[in-house]
C-alpha cells in the first residue's frame, strides 16, 4: 500500500535560517506529491505539488523536487520567518482516476525571532 | 461560499452519546472528502463523494460511523455512541473534479472532538 514518512518534529528554527523537512514515500505507480501546510486555527493548504518524476513545485519561497529515485520530496526554504510557523504534511496521490490522499504525521515547525 | 466551512469548530460529548458533524464544501465543487487526525498521526482518509455517485465509505472505521451528502451539497457525518477513541479533529474537504492531481484539495478547518 501506500505510505508516506516524514521526519518528526518539533523543529524549532531561529528567523532567516535554512530549513528542510524530509519526506519519503512508498506507492504503487507513478504518484503526484504534495506538501500542504496547516497554521494555528486554520485548515489544511495546498503548498506546492509534483506530478512526475523531476519536477519542481514552489511558492512562498518554499521549494520540493519529485526524486523518483530516491522516492523523496523534501521541503526547502533558504530563510524562514516566524509567520512559517505551522504544521507541514507531505502527501502523495497515486494511480489513475485516485482521490484518496496519503499523509504523512505532519511536521510541526516553530520559528523562533 | 468562498471556503469549506465545517460546523461545530469545538464538539466535547460524553461517551455513548451521538454526534454530528456537519461540512459546507465549496459551490461548485462536486467531490467532498472526509478525513480524521488523531493526535499525533496522519490524516486518515473516511469518505469519498462526487456528484450523485454512490459514496467510497471504504476508510470508515466501523458501523457507528456514517455520512450522508445530498447532491452536491452540505454533508454531515454521523458518529454514534461515541467512544473515547473517536476523540480527533475530522476534517473535510472539496475539490472541483474527481480527482485532486491537479487542484488539489480545500480543506476546511475542522471540528474537534471529544469524548469524555
Known amino acids: 500500500g501506500n505510505s508516506v514518512t516524514q521526519m518528526e518534529g518539533p523543529v524549532t528554527l531561529s528567523e532567516e535560517a535554512f530549513l528542510t523537512i524530509n519526506c519519503t514515500y512508498t506507492a504503487t505507480g507513478y504518484p503526484s506529491l504534495f506538501w500542504y501546510v496547516q497554521y494555528p486555527g486554520e485548515g489544511l493548504q495546498l503548498l506546492l505539488k509534483a506530478t512526475k518524476a523531476d519536477d519542481k513545485g514552489s511558492n512562498k519561497g518554499f521549494e520540493a523536487t519529485y526524486r523518483k529515485e530516491t522516492t523523496s520530496f523534501h521541503l526547502e526554504k533558504g530563510s524562514v520567518q516566524v509567520s512559517d510557523s505551522a504544521v507541514y504534511f507531505c502527501?502523495?496521490?497515486?494511480?489513475?482516476?485516485?482521490?484518496?490522499?496519503?499523509f504523512g504525521k505532519g511536521t510541526k515547525l516553530s520559528v523562533i525571532p | 461560499g468562498a471556503g469549506v466551512s465545517q460546523s461545530p469548530s469545538n464538539k466535547v460529548t460524553e461517551k455513548g452519546k451521538d454526534v454530528e458533524l456537519r461540512c459546507d464544501p465549496i459551490?461548485?465543487?462536486?467531490?467532498l472528502y472526509w478525513y480524521r487526525q488523531r493526535l499525533g498521526q496522519g490524516l486518515e482518509f473516511l469518505i469519498y463523494f462526487q456528484g450523485n455517485s454512490a459514496p467510497d465509505k471504504s476508510g470508515l472505521p466501523s458501523d457507528r460511523f456514517s455520512a450522508e451528502r445530498t447532491g452536491e451539497s452540505v454533508s454531515t457525518l454521523t458518529i454514534q455512541r461515541t467512544q473515547q477513541e473517536d476523540s480527533a479533529v475530522y476534517l473535510c474537504a472539496s475539490s472541483p473534479h474527481l480527482t485532486g492531481t491537479n487542484y488539489g484539495y480545500t480543506f476546511g478547518s475542522g471540528t474537534r472532538l471529544t469524548v469524555v
Open positions: 502527501a502523495l496521490l497515486s494511480g489513475a482516476g485516485s482521490y484518496q490522499l496519503t
Open positions: 459551490s461548485g465543487h462536486t467531490a
